[in-house]
């Protein structure tokens, strides 16, 4: 059994085996998040940012960490939390990133230093692709919420960074890994949640993440699942051993659309920082064939008619011999946003993308935030597996 902390749940605002006993304690806090579309009108192509993210991952170098991570901050759907840094705590805007590990401040809010700040000494430094920042590092007490305090934090304080816009800067829950050769002088740095499991507030260092289909209510829960918003058991996989997927929350997986294969068993990751659902580029060929579906240019998705829509066939992602079906509602982006992404509001755009390589790659997938806000999963680092369940969005028709 764990502790009553065992499990901390986040309320977000948007955005194998069997686990046969849920982590989860009677009731969990909760702080809200919220979701914005980050819209920049015609001159945004959401394909073409999800691929550039895709694409610095999969020729990242993974013995020097200098350039390793990638935030969601080109992403079209981000999720940001007001956290608190310092004591008295200044309130900060910051993104919730698995694709990244580093937690910083400073793009925005100027930081301030108070009694519970100490200075290392030691430099910070991550390049996200196409954001970056650079700056000094800090232990500092960081709050989520009154159960979520974690004291002598490491975070970057920045100054200078560039790609931000908006907000004051990342709440990185990636592997630690990830931080290796970001801070000066040292090989890798404590997350949030490492920290939050060596402390004992959380019983398990893993994380959960629901989100709802067209940017509805979600939950971030640390300390394992939430069986409150699972409708099946929690279904795990371990981390694969393939690289560069295996730095990353990286799984194997086929994927086929109705009865025919597109994409034969293989290693990718699961990233909330990334929108679409990206495949490698001759699967990408296959489901556009497939559906008969033409390029948009302006937005850089496939568009479908509405006779094609009727005709769309389930998208099954097979995990460790579970198979999890993405619906012909769920392939489509909502409608309600076609216009923040630049396109007709009368179009139907599809959520499959082009991660921009042949198969082959050791990174041939990402399964996006389009893919999450259907299944829940579980992100954990203790057992180093990822876990999926179905919820009652799973075959929802909200887009």
């Known amino acids: 059994m764990f502790p009553s902390k065992a ?5 977000l605002i948007a955005l194998s085996t069997v686990d046969a006993s849920p982590l989860r304690p009677e009731a969990a806090p909760t702080l809200h998040f919220t979701a914005r579309v980050n819209a920049r009108g015609s ?6 940012a999800d691929q550039a993210r895709a694409q610095a991952m999969v020729h990242s170098s993974f013995s020097k960490r200098a350039s390793s991570s990638f935030s969601v901050a080109n992403a079209v759907t981000a999720y940001t939390a007001q956290v608190g840094v310092g ?6 805007t910051l993104l919730i990133d698995t694709g990244s590990s580093n937690t910083w401040v400073g793009a925005k809010t100027p930081y ?5 700040s100490v200075a290392t000494g030691d430099s910070v430094s991550v390049s996200y692709g196409s954001g970056e920042f650079s700056g000094e590092e800090y232990l500092d007490t960081v709050t989520l919420n009154s159960d979520l305090v974690i004291t002598k934090q490491s975070i970057g304080v920045a100054s200078s960074a560039q790609g931000f816009d908006g907000i004051d800067g990342i709440l990185g829950v990636g592997p ?3 931080t290796q050769g970001t801070v000066s002088n040292v090989d890798s740095v404590p997350t949030v949640t490492d920290n939050l499991y ?5 019983g398990t260092e893993a994380l959960g993440v629901y989100f709802a289909p067209g940017g509805g209510a979600g939950e971030l829960t640390f300390g394992g699942s939430d069986s409150s918003k699972t409708t099946s058991s929690v279904n795990y996989v371990p981390i694969t051993t ?8 990286g799984i194997d997986q086929t994927i086929t659309y109705g009865s025919s294969t597109i994409l034969s068993a293989t290693a990718g990751i699961v990233d909330t920082g990334t929108t679409l659902i990206l495949i490698a580029t001759d699967a990408f060929a296959k489901y556009q064939s497939a559906t008969g579906a033409t390029l948009d240019h302006t937005t850089g998705l496939l568009m479908i008619t509405s006779e094609q829509y009727a005709n769309l066939k389930t998208l099954n992602f097979n995990i460790g011999g579970t198979s999890y079906g993405l619906t012909p509602n769920g392939q489509i982006w909502p409608r309600s946003l076609n216009t923040d992404i630049g396109g007709s509001s009368n179009n139907i755009y599809l959520v499959i993308g082009d991660i921009g390589s042949n198969s082959g790659t050791g990174l041939d997938f990402i399964n996006g935030y389009s893919f999450l806000q259907r299944f829940y999963s579980v992100f954990d680092t203790t057992n180093h597996r990822v876990g999926f369940a179905t919820t009652s969005s799973t075959s929802a028709v909200s887009n």
């Not at 004591?87 to 900060?92: D, G, K, N, R, W």
């Not at 060596?198 to 959380?202: D, F, L, V």
């Open 242 to 249: 393939t690289s560069p997927s295996s730095n990353y929350w």
């Open 198 to 202: 060596s402390k004992g507030t959380i």
């Open 7 to 11: 499990l901390i749940s986040i309320l």
């Open 87 to 92: 004591s008295p705590a200044t309130q900060y």
């Open 176 to 178: 630690t890994d990830l």
């Open 112 to 116: 301030k230093r108070t009694n519970t």
């Open 43 to 48: 001159n945004l192509n959401i394909a073409a």
